[in-house]
């Protein structure tokens, strides 16, 4: 299972949100290229990227810093999200060295175009499922729909999707822990493998999910946690490497 640091740019800084409201944001650093280069010292294997100005204005808006990161590692398997809502951008991001582009909002508001994008750029979609209450919301999780989790995931099993990115929008930068019971479920619900995020706090939580890995679960993403040292990035991948 992987430990994948999330680095979340806004206004070309590394920030944290607090349930995603961009009013509640606290800065980590200000040189967002910098801080990719420690999450990799410590050993990640995967960058979670979010352009969270991009979220809300449904187009890339830090597409220089994430450019830049991928430049500098570009053996690493690095996702990125907010703002994808075209093959252009998808195209732009996969020729700047970015492995996976992972798509929200467009998932539920037209899973044609999504299954369209799954099949012209197979294994390189991840879709993002954000959740509050076992329903998904959208638009920087500032929207609720009416689609629940489980039954959106099931429809993009054949579609060539490379992952799930299930976020618990209560628990995400609340350090709280993870909701174990409703990420265990989905990834049993379908054959598409599960990134957790949203509440990884403790090497505990860690280790909790770590039970369940053969369900389906690829790894955990952590932000906050990381940043504000509840969490050791290199422990925490260890310890899942020596219990895999």
Same mark, same amino acid.
């Given at each position: 299972?992987?430990?994948?640091?999330?680095?979340?740019?806004?206004? +070309?800084?590394?920030?944290?949100?607090?349930?995603?409201? %961009?009013?509640?944001?606290?800065?980590?650093?200000?040189?967002?290229?910098?801080?990719?280069?420690?999450?990799?010292?410590?050993?990640?294997?995967?960058?979670?990227?979010?352009?969270?100005?991009?979220?809300?204005?449904?187009?890339?808006?830090?597409? &220089?810093?994430?450019?830049?990161?991928?430049?500098? @590692?570009?053996?690493?398997?690095?996702?990125?999200?907010?703002?994808?809502?075209?093959?252009?951008?998808?195209?732009?991001? *996969?020729?700047?060295?970015?492995?996976?582009?992972?798509?929200?909002?467009?998932?539920?508001?037209?899973?044609?175009?999504?299954?369209?994008?799954?099949?012209?750029?197979?294994? @390189?979609?991840?879709?993002?499922?954000?959740?509050?209450?076992? %329903?998904?919301?959208?638009? +920087?999780?500032?929207?609720?729909? &009416?689609?629940?989790?489980?039954? *959106?995931?099931?429809?993009?099993?054949?579609?060539?999707?490379?992952?799930?990115?299930?976020?618990?929008?209560?628990?995400?930068?609340? %350090?709280?822990?993870?909701?174990?019971?409703?990420?265990?479920?989905?990834?049993?619900?379908?054959?598409?493998?599960?990134?957790?995020?949203?509440?990884?706090?403790?090497?505990?939580?860690?280790?909790?999910?770590?039970? @369940?890995? @053969?369900?389906?679960?690829?790894?955990?993403?952590?932000?906050?946690?990381?940043?504000?040292?509840?969490?050791?990035?290199?422990?925490?991948?260890?310890?899942?490497?020596?219990?895999?």
């Amino acid at each position: 299972m992987l430990i994948i640091p999330a680095i979340d740019l806004k206004d +070309g800084e590394c920030v944290r949100l607090r349930q995603g409201r %961009m009013e509640d944001s606290t800065v980590f650093s200000t040189d967002p290229l910098a801080m990719a280069r420690q999450w990799v010292a410590a050993g990640c294997r995967r960058l979670h990227l979010v352009d969270l100005n991009g979220a809300f204005a449904g187009e890339p808006v830090n597409r &220089d810093i994430i450019q830049g990161i991928a430049a500098e @590692h570009k053996d690493l398997p690095i996702q990125i999200g907010g703002g994808i809502r075209s093959a252009d951008t998808i195209e732009a991001y *996969l020729s700047a060295g970015v492995q996976f582009a992972i798509l929200g909002t467009i998932a539920v508001k037209d899973p044609d175009l999504t299954r369209e994008l799954c099949g012209q750029f197979k294994g @390189h979609i991840i879709i993002g499922l954000d959740a509050m209450n076992g %329903m998904v919301a959208t638009e +920087g999780w500032a929207e609720a729909s &009416d689609r629940s989790v489980i039954d *959106l995931a099931r429809e993009f099993e054949a579609a060539g999707v490379a992952a799930i990115v299930y976020t618990d929008i209560e628990r995400d930068g609340m %350090m709280q822990g993870l909701n174990l019971e409703s990420t265990a479920a989905l990834a049993e619900a379908i054959s598409i493998p599960v990134i957790a995020s949203g509440g990884v706090t403790t090497l505990a939580d860690v280790q909790q999910l770590q039970q @369940h890995a @053969h369900k389906g679960i690829l790894g955990a993403i952590t932000g906050r946690a990381i940043y504000e040292g509840s969490l050791d990035l290199a422990q925490a991948q260890a310890w899942c490497d020596e219990n895999a």
